[in-house]
């Protein structure tokens, strides 16, 4: 299974911005969605963007339209999350994964099979 390294968060002031990176093993191919999720403390996880093919199929929560966007380059086996006017509701541990998910699971949990451990981001007053 291909081994999927998340990196990039960290602690940024509201309205700050950074930018997670997401590094896979192998190379996925176009036709797999990769995704990022996040799950805030005490909470379920939750889609934020998702993205598939090329140059790239992405689409986004409700919560973060106009703020993230999500990209790959997959020369470098690389998946990207560009975050821009963070608030502290963005405070959760970000998660990349991969999957074949039908369209009404993009951006739920079961869409995907292949996780990574996670990184955290903490968006202060």
């Known amino acids: 299974q291909v081994q999927l390294v998340e990196s990039g968060g960290g602690t940024v002031q509201t309205g700050g911005s950074l930018r997670l990176s997401c590094t896979a093993s192998e190379y996925t191919g176009f036709s797999v969605h990769m995704a990022w999720l996040r799950q805030a403390s005490g909470k379920a996880r939750e889609g934020v963007a998702s993205?598939?093919?090329?140059?790239?199929?992405?689409i986004y929560s409700d919560s973060v339209k106009g703020r993230f966007t999500i990209s790959r380059d997959n020369a470098k086996n690389t998946l990207y999350l560009q975050m821009n006017s963070l608030k502290p509701e963005d405070t959760a541990i970000y998660y990349c994964?991969?999957?074949?998910?039908?369209?009404?699971?993009?951006?739920?949990?079961?869409?995907?099979?292949?996780w990574g451990q996670g990184t955290q981001v903490t968006v202060t007053v």
């Open positions: 993205i598939v093919g090329f140059p790239g199929n992405a």
């Open positions: 994964a991969a999957g074949t998910p039908t369209s009404d699971y993009r951006l739920r949990e079961l869409g995907y099979n292949n």
